[in-house]
Structures are given as structure tokens and as C-alpha cells.
């Protein structure tokens, strides 16, 4: 008999990184159907090779610091990165921009740091803000979309090899147009795009899309329902106030929600869990606040949207809060206040 | 409390945080009726199957022993006997393997059964309830009953309540939350009549206020059973959702009463007292029916044996016997765990015996409990947070561990984890987590008994010192009365001044005594009552000859009556010693509960403190008796006299202050009154302190020759002088390497224990002539590997470490081990030269050696502290 030694717990629950991993990977693909269907195969494009990049790069640096390759592109947090990445750009990202982004995230971002786990920063959304400083022509260049039309396959190809830009086909957000006609009333009322069914034209189908992949990874228990709601809240209640005060300088609460990467966001990005606060009342506090931050930038910022700045001011904010927020250990009259992480 | 659950109105349930629901796997064993377990060729029985000390064997190898007979009686006051499970032949006293993480073996007796099952005598009790509780504690204590769900605590122990301890609450746990366990569940379904019967006998020991058993409801019949089993008794039976590890003791107690146990507490503190269905069946077989412990219910479940069940098994029987017994399937035998799967240990020995704490026994393949995966980076998920029951945070203990970070760890409350392993369950990237754990409160552990262990070599040195200095005071005075004793004849007024000088002498003798009787009681000398004794002495021999110089004067015979003095001296002193007995037990108790290294040494204090005890009292008798005292009256020596009330009042200013907390904790009404009082006693303690300060001041001072450590200025083998921001700069510097440093050491040990576990199950395997090893080999090579490479990385940062040391301090680590051994050397020389000459030399000579004593000491001391800095400060502890 040859018997096994080991530690107890002798079992272990089901759940295995590498599921959690794809099970994040499957909750983002009606976000991404959705922005194939409205802005040409562009995303997808960038997704594929985002993923290439990422796994190469990891690989790559794996090497270089000495760890089992295998074991650690297991685990699938770089496919993540890399897809969360490709979702956030614009579909007419060429391919060097993304590769710069992705391979930025892994490098710099993720393995500089020390590997899963150990990055303070959410690497997708370090790669992002990189190339929005870098190159904010090529990262506020939206396409397509009503009222314009969408690129046909050849075109996202030329894009995506960086060939030839999409004259008559580009156009801007919806968030981008109520930020440059906020209080114009005539201008607001004209501009179609800012006139869908409850929200931006268009971009409420992507929100919608993202927040039904949310929803299932709520359901599958891959997150916690704490940051999304937080974060959703912290976003709406000050959006609410506003437009309670002047509906013409401040978007609803809805158009809030359902515009830009509000869902991606609240869902997918700020969910990373190891650059967010750790305990239950941490993560209401780290949301609510990332929340509340994209609202403001939004709406007094210079950029049009606010999702990667936010998180990345409280993954550097999230030490503090889990510093404050441990929880009082059984046997104890109130919780120690130690060293965070 | 919020999550407040009703059940049936009365019947309220609290929840604690976290909890897992893992698959139950109970059905596999308990469908049938418990079965008798196998008659092994011999039975193991080894001396400690409890927490304490070992039992002491009293047999011979050769007797031929009866069933129940006393083979091994308990020893010391935390102990449990051993009795023979069946009749037969004891073949060998000596150590064997048992059931131990770490693979030890331990002391056992081997008993041959001769087949006949013969009972020895058995006393039953028709009417246990007509002893005294003490008697009942006795007769628990030696039916060897220890707590049969757990640590294997001695009951008899658990349930002797201290004077002020009340129980609010007796909870009996048949929660049995650990999947596969199924041993309590037909316990409480076949035999709930027999387990009332021991609750009954524990409600008489105890007398609660009331009575909870908690039973998850999982487990319908059994809280069936017992609830009609129950009908007229005090019980309320109380049904808990199922949750692991609401069996845990301090979560039932949450989950029951609200109540959190204290950080490092017993259940007692809170009035409650735990013990399992099993203990308490245990306590009717040995009442009831006279039957001492031997046998229990023990699960056989998994996936490799044919018949899983509930054996009743007698204690000893080896662990392969019972798995022959239920049908094992040695080919698919790939995990055997004693224990539940959650907190059991594996076995690889299946030679060792079942225990009085053995409740379960796993035999699986891998594809019941598969061969742990490779361990992920943490994510951070908090999923081991969520889990924990006792709101610890997993993931940052699991960092502070892997980096060795003792200090944080404990910050983070890491002793107060209970190896529950919830988180490591639901960890989705398969980090041992509790492993982990386990390792780092060993190093704590270790750390602290070290600790310990210096302090008492430092208390050692200077009682010794106290010592020296005594017996010099005592022989200067003996020469003297010598001297004086050779004059006595001459004149008058040489005598009375020689007189006078004796007097002096010797109330210099007495004071120096008082001062080591007072150092000793501040650092709580266990021989604190000789020291006394001398002070009485002292005192004596001082009174002596002032009222000789007295006499001399007035030539009036001094007074001798001082019977009821004496009397009430010794009285307290037997109060005091008795007290302090009591504290070591409790501490003792406490340090065993807790499985905490120094239990033994606390016990074996308690054991001298409680012989000094009955010495004292002895002595009480004797004086009662009429012996003569031979102290004499003394005149009330002032600083004494405020010594004892300054001690009067701050003893009463405690009482005050435990009262004013008991009042609080019951939010009393008369809790402001009370502490308003402890405040006057403070203010009164305070005052009278200051008195003997003064006093103490206005008397001489005696001589004084033991070093103070503080004295001299330490700037041996400091930084060198650079700039104060490089100074810093290289801190950090030091730090991080320090840093670095932990981190691979833990890494090497953890890589090098896997290692060697794969090498010996690789080596097990081969023993037993697995066929397929290449794939064991391949892991263990694999495994060397990773081991070689991380000492080797360890190795290039020591040097690295070693030579910025050098850089550092001008000292390289040679040297200043050197220091530290030279000085060292050189204090044992003087302290032995010192020895030699005691009776010899001088009382100049003397002198002069105990001070140089004292410097060299105090030399070693920095030395010691220097090399020990320089380790530190560098990660490099020695190997
Ligand atoms: S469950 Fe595992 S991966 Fe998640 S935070 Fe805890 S230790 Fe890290
Ligand atoms: S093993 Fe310790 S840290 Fe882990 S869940 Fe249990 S109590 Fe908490």
C-alpha cells in the first residue's frame, strides 16, 4: 500500500481557479456578440489576438522568473486580462495598439510585480489608461454604431491591420456627446445618439449584454454581489440627485448606467479580486466609492469615461480600507486594527 | 444579534459566521447497527491516549491481567489510567508507533488476549447520585474517561469545577458535523436511554442552569431518540442546521447560548461547560455498570472497504486489524485518515492501535479523496475569509506564514484559528492553507518555549546570585558571633559593644534575606516559602541579639512567648502556598487545553507547589500539635508591618476589581457602588506603598552585589558611524533581505518536507512492491530538484547576508560568535572559581569575585545580545 500523506482538509470543494478564470471568460460573451453585431467584427478581432499576446507574454516572463509555465497558464488569469482588455477598447483598435496595451498589462502590470496575486493594480485596466495617455485619438475613435453604419468584415480587418481609416464611419460615444452639449437643450435634443430605448443608442444593448454576464456570475457565485451593487449605487444615487437638479446638465440615472463601460465595469473589472478590498464591508466601501468617483469624472473630468481611472485610484485606495475594515476575529471584544496587506 | 433564528418559539438558535456545506458521505455507514468490533492478536494501549501526562504502567511484562483490570494509573493531576479491554497477557511494555503527525512513537503496553473476555471485578452503582461529587469525580477519574469527541481531555478535570466557577449552561455535543462520521449518530439513535443517564450524571457533577444538546439536522432519528429519551429529564434537545463546523466546541457554544468563548479562554469563563454524547455514554458504562473505558464506537467508512459501519472496537486494537475486520480492499486503499476528512491526520503506518479519541477511520481511494492538487497563487478571492468561523482572514495569515512573518501573524489573531480548514476547502487555487498554519504556531510555539527558557536561566542566575550574597551575610555574622563568643569573658564593656556589633550584624543578615525573599516573590519563585522561612530565621537571630543587647543592659530574660505567632505565620504561609498551587493547576489545565509546549513544566510546578503545600500543612499540624515554635516575639518591625497591609490592601483592591467585573458582566446594579469601592482600595493600596517607600528609604540599605544590566552603556558592536539617512537607507535594505530571507527558508522547508514525504511514500511503495513507480519517482525527482534549487538560492543569499553584515557591523558572524562563546567561557570560570573559594577565601576575596562576577556577566549578556542582534537584523538564524 502506498498511502497518500498529506494535510488535512483531505477534500476540497469544487472550485478551482482555473474555473473561476473561465467561467469569466463565458459571462463576457454576450457583451462581446453584442458589439460584434453593432461595430463590426472589430472587438472580436482584438480579443483573439489579445489573448495570443497575453499568453505569449506570460509565458515568456514565466521563463525569465523560473515558474512552471504549465501550472501557471492554467490558472487563465492572463486570458482574462487579455479579453477584459480587447472588451474595453474600440473596435477599431489596430493591432499594435492592443498589443501594447495587453502586453504592458502582463509584463509591467502582472509579473513585474510578482504574478497573480500580488499586483496591487488591475492589470487591464493599467494597460488601458497607458494607451488612453499615449494615444487618445486611437482610444476615443469609435465606429459605427446608429446612426452610423456598421463596418463590414473587410473593413474591421483593415482596421485591425492598421490600413485606412473609416472615413463617414466614426462618430463619438454617447457618453462623449452629452459631455460636449451638456446643457444645450436644443443640441441634446438633436443629437440621435443619445436617444435609445432608455439609454444611449446602442451602448444600452452592450450594458445590457455585460450586466446579463454579471448576473451569471453572480449566480454561479464567482463574485460577490457586494461590489457590483456598491458600485452600481455609488454611480446612481449621486447621478439621481443631479439630474433631479438640472436635467439638462446632468445625464439620468439610467443613461448613467447603461452608457460606456458602467457594466463591464461594475461586473467584470472592479470584481478583480486581487486588487479590490477583501472583507464584506471593504468591498461596500471599495465599490460604492468607485462609483461615485466615475460620476464625478464623468461629469467635471476631461475624459469621457471614468471606469479604468476609478478602479485604479481605489486598487491603490483598497490597502486602507482593508486596514479598517477586519473583522473582529470570535473571542475578541473588537477587531485589531493591524497591518493590511 | 442579528442572525437570530426561531425554532418552535423557545427553541432559539444563534448563527456563527462562515461555515462550509462539504458532501456528507454519511450514508455509507449509517444504515446498519453498530457492530462488535474484531478480538486483535494483541492489543496496543498506549500510556497517553489523553492530553497530560503519561500513565504510569503497573503491570509487569508476563501478568496475566483481567478484563477492565488497572493496567497503568493516571499520573499527576491532568492524567487518565489505562485498563485492560479484555483479559490475557501483557507481552511487552515499550514504545510503538501511534497515531501522531509526525510518525513518533510512544510508550505503549502490548496485551495478549487469551479469548476468555473475562471480567475482573466491576463495582456498579445502583444510585450514583447518593455519592458526593467528589467521590463521583474519583471513580470518573479512574475509569480512565476522557472526552471522547475531541483532544482527549480527562473529564474528570474538565468537570471539577474552582470555587467561584458557575455553570449557566451544560451543552452536550452530538452535532458530529465532519463528513463520513458517523459513530455519535447510531450512538444517539441505539443508545440514547444510557446517554441521558450520563447527561444526568453530568447536570449532578455540574448543576447547570440548564441543559442544551445540540444535534444537526441531518440526523432525524438520532434527535428522535434522544428527544424521547429525554421526556421528564431536564434536557432541551436542540436541533442546528447542518453546517461544518458547528461541531466545533466554541461554535456550538456560539451557535447554542450566543456566547463567544475569550481569545485563549475556557468555556468555563463564560459559564459553559462542553462535553460530547460519547463522554457522557461513557460516564453510564463506568457508573452505572463499573465498566471503565474500554472500548468505543469507531466509523470505518470509504470507498475501500467492503463493509462500512460502526464498530464498537476495544482501545488497542491496531488499525489494520479493524480494517481486515470491515473488508478492506488493499488495491484500492490509497488515503487511509484517522479522523474526519476535514481535521484528520493520515495514517501510512496501519500498524498502530485505535485510541480513546479515535472516532473515525477513512479508507478511500483517490477517487474518493483525491491526491491534493499543486498549489496556485492566492487571488485574494476572500472565499477563505467568507468561510472561516472564526472571522480570521485566511489569505493574510497564509502571507504571513509563507513569509515567515511570525509577528504579523499573531497580529492577525493566527492562534486564534481552529484548524477547522473551512478555507482551505473552498480555496479555489489549492493552498494548504492549514498546513501552513500549523507550521507557523509550531515556529511560535517553539519561539515562545526558548523564550521561556532563557527567562528561567536568567531567573536561575539570580536566585543563585541572591544566594551567594545570603551566605556570606550569614557567615560574616557566624564569624562574628564566634569572635564574640571567644570575648564573652572579657569586660563587661567589651561585651556590650561586641554585643552591639552582633546585633548589627545580624539585622544586616536579616535585611539582606528580606530582599531576597522579595525578589524571589516578584519573580514568582516556586521556593518562595524557603525564603521566607528564612526570613523568619533571619529575623529570630536579629531579635536574639538585640534582646541580648538588651539584656546585657538590664540582664532581664527575654520574653518567649510567641505560640500563637508561629501558629498564624504558618497558617498563612500554608493559605498562600495552597493558593498558589490552585493557580499552577489552572494554568496548567489551561496550557494543556490548549496543547501549549510548557504544559508539562506547568504541571510538574503545579506537582512541587502542591507537595510544598501538604509540607506546610504538615508542619501546621505539627505546631498545632504543641511542638514548640521557636520564634521568638519580635518587635514589630515597621517596614514589615506595612509590608503585609500594603499587601492586605492591594489584595483586597483586587477582589474589589474582579467583583466590580463580575458585577458589569452581569450588568448589575451595583456595579458603580462596587467600583467606586475598588477605587477607594486602590487609592488606600497606593498610599500605604508610598508609606513603605519611604520607610524603605529611611532604613539602611543592605550591600549590594548582583549587576544591573542596565548599568553600563551597550555600544559594543552598533551600527558604525555613518550618515543617519544611509543609516536608514541600509535599514530597509536589511530589512528587505531580511525579508527575502524568511521567504526562502520557508520555502526550503516546505519544498524539502514534500520532498521527503514523496520520497518515503516512493520508498513505502516500494516496500510493498508497487509496480508502477515511475511516476512517483519522476514527482520525487522533481520535487528534489525544486529543493535543491531553493537551497541553493538560500545559500547565495546567506553568503550575500553574511558579507553585508560584515560591511555592517565590522564584524563578520565568526567573530562575534566568538565573542559571545569567549565571554561566556569566561563568566562559567569566575563562577566556578568563585565556587571553589566560597568557603575559603576572604570575605575581601569574595567580594571582589562576586562583582567581577557581575561584569562578566553583564559582558556575556552584550555579547549574547549582539550576535543575537546581528542574526536577526540579518535573517540569519542559526541553523
Ligand atoms: S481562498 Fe485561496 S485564493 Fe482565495 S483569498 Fe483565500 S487563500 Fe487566496
Ligand atoms: S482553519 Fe483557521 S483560518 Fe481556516 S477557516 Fe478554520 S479557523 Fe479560519
Redesign the interface.
Known sequence: MALINASSPHTRGPVDTGMVMRQVIYATLPGLAILTLLFGIGTLLNVVWAILVAVLCEAAMLRARGRPIALYLRDGSAVVTAVLLALALPPTAPWWLTFIGVAFAIIVAKQLYGGLGMNPFNPAMVGYVLLLISFPVAMTNWVGGAPYRTPDVLESVFQFLGHGALDGLSGATPLDTFRTFAGNADALDRMIVLHGRWAGLGWEWVNLAFLLGGLYLLFRRVIGWHIPLAFLAGLALPALIAWQIDPLRYADPLFHLFSGGTMLGAFFIATDPVSAATSSRGRLIYGALIGILIWVIRTYGGYPDAVAFSVLLLNLAAPFIDYYTRPRTYGHERAKRGAGS | MLARLFRGGTREIFD??GG?H??EHKSESNTTPILPGPLPSQLILPLNMHIGAPARPLVQVGDKVLKGQHLAEGNGAVSAPVHAPTSGTVVAIGPRPIQHPSGMDAPCLVLEPDGEDRWGDRAPLDDPFALSPGELLERIAEAGIVGLGGAGFPTSVKVSLGDHQRVRELIVNGVECE?FITADDRLMRERAADIVQGIQVLQYLLNPERTLLGIEDNKPEAAAALRAAAVGADIDVRVVPTKYPSGGE?QLI?LLTGK??????LPIQVGVVCQNVGTAYALKRALFDGEPLISRITTVTGDAVARPGNYEVLLGTPVAELLQHAGVD?TR?????L?G????????N?AIPLVKTSNCL?A?S?DL??????E????????C??AC?????P??LY?YAKNDDLE?AQ???LM?CI?C?AC???????I?L??YY?YAKGEIRIQAAERAKADRARERFEARQARVEKEQAEKEARRRARQQANRAPAAAGDNAAALKQASLDASKAYKAAVKAAKEAENRGDPDLTRYQAEVEKRKTAADQAKAAVRDAGKAAPPSTDTHPKAEADLKKQVADASAAYKNALREAKAALAEEREDAATLQSRAETLKAEADRLKAALRDARAGQPASAPTAAPDPVEALKKAVAEASSAYKAAVKATKEAEQNEADDAARLRAEADRLKAKADELKQQLRDAKAAAPATPKAAPSPAAAAAPTTTEPAGAGGQASASDEEAAKQQKRLNALKTAYKMAHKQYK?AH???D??RR?G?VDLAA?EARVEKLKSKADHTRDALDALMDETKASLLAHTGKDLKTLKLDAARAETALRDKSDELKRLRDTADEDTLKRLTSELGTLEHDAHLARRALKQALEEHGLTEE
Request: hydrophobic fraction near 35%.
Open positions: 456563527f459566521p462550509i462539504p458532501p463528513p466554541k456560539q463567544e468563548v475569550g481569545s485563549g479562554g488493499k486503499l490509497q488515503r487511509l485518515v479522523g476528512p476535514m481535521m484528520g491526520f493520515t495514517l501510512h496501519p477513512i478511500a483517490t479523496l483525491p491526491e491534493p492538487e499543486p496556485q497563487a492566492c487571488i485574494r478571492c476572500g472565499a475569509a467568507d468561523p472564526a472571522s480570521l482572514l489569505q493574510q502571507w504579523r497580529q492577525q489573531n486564534d484548524e480548514g482551505a476547502y473552498v480555496c479555489p487555487s489549492h494548504p492549514v498546513q500549523r514525504e518515503s511514500a516512493l513505502r511503495a510493498d508497487a512517483m
